[in-house]
């Protein structure tokens, strides 16, 4: 049994973590720190929890934290690299949930997040965690950064067209829509169901901090630079993400269909749907799956992708066990079985 | 006081037009038809009519709505095509707020609507019902045709952009999202809310009806040829509709904002946003209006569109009265100030 | 035109005033207060209010309160009993939407509010603000108590029972269930749509605030003292109360919905369904009224009653607008003929 | 491995069925019927099973259905009735999901669901599928009649107290409140989404055809006859039960609490939450576990209890599974450990 940690255990992303790790086969959860709730037991403040989870959070202590194989942060952006380098040192691999080591190119992340980075030299050796991309990386790594939600579903989506050069990079429009688990689990306004509930609306039309992580992704593979319009979308409903991705054709023609299938054949977590198919949110409900389906609308010469992901399971917790397991050099599906709820 | 006549009654835009007539202080509503519900009382079906309309619905009987002023059409698709011509001889007034007489290439349309057209020659003479567009011709006419809600919230949307100058009409995305309202009050398996509840979905990714609806529309107004790709979506909700549009700049750098203010300046029910703004469907719940945000995201080169309706206001019912209230000679907006119910 | 202010105008119940008021034809709304948003325009927190309320919240001040024929207390529990002795002896009305006024029993009030009363000597003052019951009080009232919005649905539907003395009142249940606006416009986790969305749970099942309110109401027709149970619930919706109330025959064989008809015949707000009906409370969104069936389960004896209202409007502003109305000498219905917005 | 067969495989019961076998280390799903889907691929009616279940729907076959160890009924009441005489003489064993061997009483059972037996004999052998009632009779039965999953919700609830003769049996009151999948999936118009969305009702308050279900299983352990008054409601959303419940305490002062704790000390799938606690439905979405919390309020002398459930799992499908577990000599909790998801 490996011994794993979480650090910032509160929020959706750490009970997510929590409820994919307790039955987990091969791995004993040591400790999972808060220091709000330090003392109080996991499942008083997460009931679906009583009876599989008997840890109490308790205030994060470097000691404790060092003596796991592998520690997870589940916390706000710019805590985790502000603790990682101990960790590390002390030989501790690492996965990171928030989007402290996902981008490298440090002046813009500091753009993007209004902070200076604490760590600058561990950004470049920090692994992407996204498993269809860089699975031998991550095996690895020390560390890894574990991707953003938004960008999982859109990154996914756009690689087999951009891989095989059939889309021009210039023009690729990504409309995603996520349900409201993914604005975390914190007292805001902004985020009560009175404001949310019976609604939907766009946010951050101007520039949300997932596009350049989604164009770093694709630049990483297109032919050329990637130019990208990302707008996200609050959906009422608790769990998911839709991407629906529009590409202009380069040469018409190709089957589409036959590239994604080449791409993700030996994929255990992509799953392209059928042509004509329309992938909805809750047949990933609590899975760690992805589904793809591809299609063009008549002779406009856009493609038209979309792309379905849990936002706490593949877009976070599922995807972070994931690279665990990677990373612990176990079945990368360990763990990850479940079927999604539907209805 | 006018006599107006509602044929087909049991449905949504049925009762959303009954709703907003029963209290308008210079129509009256003579008779409301449905061969399914006749005999039965309006309130029992909608109880939230209960006191306000005593009406019972009655079997289409030509005699009594040739005794309207103006009669809407409610119905389905290829209903109102087949008893308009008649009641026209007669000297009434139609407004259909189905599908029949909008698309002017008849050819189109019936392979859209899978029948054939029963009097194409009315369809050249109806007028599209979208006041923002054709307010004078609205007046005059004999047979409106009344918009689809996609259509109403993507033609407002990128009108003031093609009527500019100042997007290429050859890569017009628009990302349509809709509550289930618009999919109308029939048993289907797929419109549960056990189906459709926790969920998002797109649908119709290959091509829907409102494309060329949307598309003759902006080639009314555009300079080329328009290119649209037009994606609709179901949302977990029950009323509102939101588009996001996306259009590349021919001439970066214009007052985008400049150009809608000028363009609604003085439009009662279009309501054009302060820049940063995302507009929710929730603002516009049970509201004639239609509220639009339009930005850029940094240098793109990509404007930014977001449009707001109520799918059975604006985007049906409500447009309709506007546009009775306009065929009528009376004030535009009667009837139709009731402001939106937030939250 | 008379004059009226809002103390505490960032809430639900505040916005849903405005959205009542401003088309009131016989009220201006000189003044609408909030601390924390002095200076912003109210249109910038409420987008609905978008060309309808021009206002901009101040801080509250008394003089210019005291120049307002009547002020509406849309405040937390505890503000208004602060500030309404100064209103009152400079002769502007009042009308409390909090609990200050309700609860003529000053130690009861005491230890469910947890705080001590301010002015005391106006509690036995101030009028309860429930129509059906104290309209001609509330005419003549310089201060009016408006009812909770779970006491006006249990009022309302158990009344006539108890007037009429056919339940045992030793016996009551009365089982709530509230949609999430209930809980008010403040940030907090337990009301985030992550929270609460795709759930159902009782909550305060010991002993809820609004209790002794029903009892004080039902106790001031019972022929014995009143024992009440009652559980609210949380509903993953944003407006609306359904109460069912469960109530055991003294006397089997009584004509129960006569009894109701007869209660309420006269009654603008109260609308009684038919034998065999299931009152929804979208039938109520954003109206004013309260519709009620009564029933019986075979020969259980046991009488069950159902009673739904929106808990904004006839549960809070509708109300106290219907109050305004009666005090102000105006047509108690003024400005609250709305129908209900379905679906 | 043993084998079983889902007659009727197109519902929600069916589906969910599916998806806690198709994992299930002891038995193979090796037929799965449905008229009118024979033919089409399971996973294509059922995306969320694509990669899990490789079955296609066939017309149901005795030969097939014989050769299984063990048959599910998932089909609309009256169906199996008709074919499980056949089945039980070839020595297969059934679980009838549907209601057509729950209420002894022939002619209750025949005026609540409108149609005659079809084998009454039949009834009296058929064992209720309660496992915390009859978990020695549902290890030897030939044909297990599974509860409903209101009387599931409701008779956890209550039968300690009345098993502890500490409440009044001739006063019971159940509130129930279900997500919409328990009306099943089929095309309804009081189903869709714009009907029962955003909106929140009783139903069958007259009286439902789990009243009487209740009735007798609360009969069999109450020391006097049990009157019970039962009243469903319609929640937006999509799973869960809620069941508030009131009994009237015959001998103040009793440790409730202990009651319930020794009751269920040993059940895997009754959590005794803490006294104050309000059970969610959230947590126990998906899993088979019923929690429940009993209190008081105040001095009323009213015993108050909350039960939640996972209607298509402890209340259909899982508690299905739990009892063939049962049947087949498995453990009890073999393939049901999934830990509810939440959020």
Known sequence: MFKVGIVGGTGYTGAELLRILAPHPE????????????????AELFPHLRGHVDLCFTAPDPEILADCDLVFFATPNGTAMKLVPELLAR???????????????????ERWYGMSHACPELVAEAVYGLPEVNRDQIREARLVAN?????TAV???????????????????????????????????GQLMAEVGESFKAYAAGGHRHGPEITQNLNGVAAAPVNLTFVPHLVPMVRGIEATLYARELEPGRDLEAIYARRYASE??????PAGSHPETRT???SNLCRIAVTRQGASGVVVVQSVIDNLVKGAA??????????????????????????
């Not at 690492?94 to 981008?103: E, G, M, P």
């Open 147 to 151: 991707p953003g939600c938004y960008p």
């Open 155 to 189: 990154t996914l989506g756009l690689l087999p067209l951009l891989e095989a050069g059939v889309v021009d990079p210039s023009w690729l429009i990504a409309d995603g829509k996520s349900g409201v688990s993914g604005a975390g689990r914190k007292a805001k306004v």
């Open 27 to 42: 791995v004993e959860i040591a400790v999972i720190t808060s220091r709000g709730e330090a003392g109080v037991p996991v």
């Open 91 to 109: 030989g501790t691999r690492v996965i990171d949930l928030a989007a402290d080591f996902r981008i490298k190119d440090i002046a813009e992340w």
């Open 318 to 343: 599922g995807q972070a066990v994931q690279n665990m397991n990677l990373m612990l050099g176990l079945d990368e599906a360990l763990g990850l079985g479940a079927l999604a709820l539907l209805p």
């Open 268 to 273: 255990p977590f992509v799953d392209l749907m």
């Open 284 to 286: 990933v409900r609590g």
